[in-house]
């Protein structure tokens, strides 16, 4: 096993070929919530990045995998992970913070987006392309796809199990190998996740994890000319460095949202809008791309709706992420906390009504906003916290020119029982996906999912990563 004990705590290396390696500079790895140092993990420096990378590229000239054992390997994956549930979640909930409730969530819809990548492995198709110009007769074409090569997967700390399985189960089961980066805040899920793929049986080589900061191993995996590709979660900053660092490589970004959603008042059941608004914009502590931060609401409904939202915002419960009940554990630092308190301050100064929001630590207590303007940080920019900021409006047209009024464009959701607005709403935000009568929040994880604007390029989700780590070749058959 890669885990070595150094005094009461785990030390994590860097796993390359199959093994874990020492590196000569070492991070500490905190429980979010008691403050506690719970392990330590390599800082890779260039040379160990390069000898990554070298070992994934040497791999993928030399070995393939059929269809068929990616498959088992990815269903045997999922096994274990299942046997495993209870260690994995809590895990999360140490290096992250997440409420347990949230991590078992993660661990169950990891589960899924393991069975999605299993499946495509067997579905890797081209397409025929009819030649049928004048002089063509007797040639036919088609398309097959083929691996890109090494792929490199650098992920955020907020889902630092699924959006990895995202990656890496998607990247073996289109025939590639990878290096992964995770987040040098939440990396241990991670370690764990490369040992269960060995335990079932993946071969060394195809699956290499590199730990350390983003500034260094990252920018590190950014230079090496043999990685073919990039997919990338995080936010849009490091995004655009990744854009700028990488040439004419492939890169999929998957980057930030200040999600809007618009309640209107003919909502079938403005109770269940509502809840979803509450608990989806203050899961996960609101450390999600795709957490409801803005909600438009019409004029007609916009006082009974705030009344609910804070009524049951009042019902939530904040502390020990461990605590079964418990719905919103700490941010990811206090710093993080701060930051958002900050960010507070200036609509407290403007006169905007704020219900909850007080800092202890590095818990935020979920805030709701009023009487906002759309210049104001916790509106016009990815909040990343629990915060939402709610603002009345006359007509639809309205909501649809504010929800657009972002530089962002991941997720939407528009409450409404009229099919008209419904479709116009599909046609008018600008968004890579807009759900209907569900929250922006709302992921099946087998869906396509990638924004437009900063909200970044490219699309994951099984069927649609696959597309993207995989390369279209034309074949001309001369008969
Ligand atoms: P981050 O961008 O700070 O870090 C993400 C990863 O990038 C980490 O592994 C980090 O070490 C690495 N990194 C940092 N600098 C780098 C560099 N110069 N070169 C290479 N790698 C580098 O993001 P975070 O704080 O971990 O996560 C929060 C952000 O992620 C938010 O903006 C959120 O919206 C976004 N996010 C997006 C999605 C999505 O699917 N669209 C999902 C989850 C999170």
Request: hydrophobic share 40%; glycine share 8%.
């Amino acid at each position: 096993m890669g885990q070595t004990h150094i005094s009461n705590r785990l030390y994590y290396g860097n796993f390359i070929n199959g093994i874990w390696k020492d590196s000569n500079e070492s991070l500490a790895v905190f429980d979010k919530y008691s403050g506690e140092e719970i392990a330590t993990i390599a800082i890779a420096s260039k040379e160990e990045v390069r000898e990554a990378v070298k070992n994934s590229y040497e791999t993928f000239q030399a070995a393939k995998l059929s269809p068929m054992q990616r498959y088992e390997i990815l269903l045997k994956t999922v096994e274990i992970v299942k046997q495993r549930k209870e260690e994995l979640a809590l895990t999360i909930v140490e290096e992250s913070g997440k409420a347990l409730k949230d991590a078992r969530s993660e661990i169950d819809r990891g589960i899924q987006t393991l069975i999605a990548s299993a499946e495509e492995a067997k579905r890797i198709t081209g397409q025929g392309i009819p030649l049928g110009q004048p002089g063509n007769d007797n040639k036919i074409a088609f398309t097959i796809r083929v691996p890109v090569g090494v792929i490199g997967a650098i992920t955020p700390f907020n889902f630092p199990f699924n959006l990895v399985v995202h990656k890496i189960g998607l990247a073996i089961a289109a025939g590639n190998t990878v290096v992964l980066k995770p987040a040098e805040k939440t990396p241990i899920i991670s370690c764990l996740l490369v040992e269960i793929f060995m335990e079932a049986g993946l071969p060394k080589g195809f699956l290499n994890l590199i730990n350390g900061n983003g500034h260094t191993t990252g920018q590190y995996m950014l230079e090496d000319e043999r990685i073919a590709m990039y997919t990338f979660t995080g936010s849009p900053l490091v995004g655009r460095q990744i854009k700028n660092n990488t040439g004419i490589r492939k890169v999929t970004l998957e980057l930030g949202n200040n999600s809007p959603n618009i309640v209107h008042h003919d909502a079938a059941d403005l109770d269940r809008a509502v809840e979803l608004c509450v608990t989806r914009g203050f899961s996960n502590a609101g450390q999600a791309c795709i957490s409801v931060q803005r909600v438009y609401v019409h004029k007609d409904i916009y006082h009974a709706f705030v009344d609910k939202a804070i009524q049951l915002t009042g019902t939530l419960k904040v502390g020990d992420p461990k605590d079964p009940e418990t719905d919103i554990g700490p941010l990811i630092s206090e710093k993080e906390a701060i930051r958002v308190e900050e960010w507070l301050q200036e609509p407290r100064d403007r006169g905007a009504s704020i219900y909850g929001g007080e800092r202890e630590g590095a818990f935020l207590h979920p805030a709701i906003v009023t009487n906002v303007s759309k210049d104001m940080r916790v509106i016009c920019e990815e909040v990343f916290a629990p915060v939402i900021g709610i603002t009345p409006y006359e007509t639809i047209e309205e909501a649809f020119e504010m929800a657009n009024d972002t530089p962002f464009g991941l997720q939407a959701g528009v409450f409404t029982s009229n099919l008209n607005i419904a479709m116009e709403a599909s046609h008018k935000l600008n968004f890579g996906c807009v759900i209907i009568n569900d929250v922006s929040t709302f992921r099946a994880d087998v869906m396509p999912y990638g924004g437009v604007k900063d909200s970044g390029v490219g699309k994951e989700g099984p069927r649609f990563a696959v597309q993207e780590m995989t390369d279209e070749r034309n074949i001309v058959i001369n008969l």
